[in-house]
């Protein structure tokens, strides 16, 4: 199955990052779960793991308002409300193969409370396009991440969001126990 968003190449990238995680302790994230056809990759993958859980977040309202960080000169072609899908969508999807029900939270992620999060995380897979969404993500998520837990951010190197990288490299420089490498367009963080 192939994410309009994702292709098979970071696809199979992110399944080998998390099942590099799963002996860890804690649950698997997804921010911007879109349509849902990565999160039933991540829940394939997760099947023998009985003692984790899936958590989903996105709006299912679209895309937001993008900010100063997330223009280009080229511009963007996706507009604020794009890309909506509704939850009910990516439920169906894990009914119909049969896959455990995710944990499936519908808000912005600036309106998430510390109840709507796992209290432990081992892989985290950010794919909120803008400057706002990937910083506030990884506010979420670090405190959370194991040590050697991954988080990955998708979109890195994409000319038309460059509010990605702007949000990755200014959380590695506050955050000097995280290590990056770079594989295909995703940034690939580990925590140490």
């Known amino acids: 199955m192939k994410d309009?968003?994702?292709s098979?190449?970071?696809?199979?990238?992110?399944?080998e990052e998390l099942k590099n995680t799963l002996s860890l302790d804690g649950d698997v994230v997804e921010f911007g779960c879109y349509?849902?056809?990565?999160?039933?990759?991540?829940?394939?993958?997760m099947k023998t793991q009985h003692d984790k859980w899936l958590w989903l977040y996105d709006s299912f309202e679209g895309l937001p308002?993008?900010?100063a960080e997330?223009?280009?000169a080229a511009g963007w072609r996706f507009k604020k409300g794009e890309l909506k899908v509704d939850a009910e969508t990516v439920a169906h999807k894990?009914?119909?193969l049969q896959l455990p029900d995710p944990v499936i939270k519908k808000a912005w992620f600036q309106d998430l409370e510390d109840g709507d999060l796992p209290s432990q995380i081992c892989f985290a897979l950010l794919d909120g396009d803008f400057y706002a969404s990937i910083k506030t993500?990884?506010?979420?998520?670090?405190?959370?991440l194991e040590i050697?837990?991954?988080?990955?951010?998708?979109?890195?190197?994409?000319?038309?969001?460059?509010?990605?990288a702007k949000a990755v490299n200014e959380f590695l420089e506050a955050h000097p126990n995280y290590q990056m490498r770079l594989s295909s367009g995703l940034a690939i963080l580990q925590k140490y």
């Open 148 to 164: 050697g837990g991954i988080v990955i951010v998708h979109d890195y190197r994409n000319p038309e969001l460059p509010g990605s």
């Open 137 to 144: 993500s990884f506010a979420l998520v670090d405190p959370r």
């Open 94 to 96: 894990f009914r119909k």
């Open 8 to 15: 098979t190449r970071e696809t199979d990238i992110i399944i």
């Open 65 to 67: 308002e993008k900010t």
């Open 70 to 72: 997330d223009n280009t």
């Open 35 to 45: 349509a849902g056809d990565t999160s039933v990759l991540l829940a394939e993958a």
């Open 4 to 6: 309009l968003q994702i």
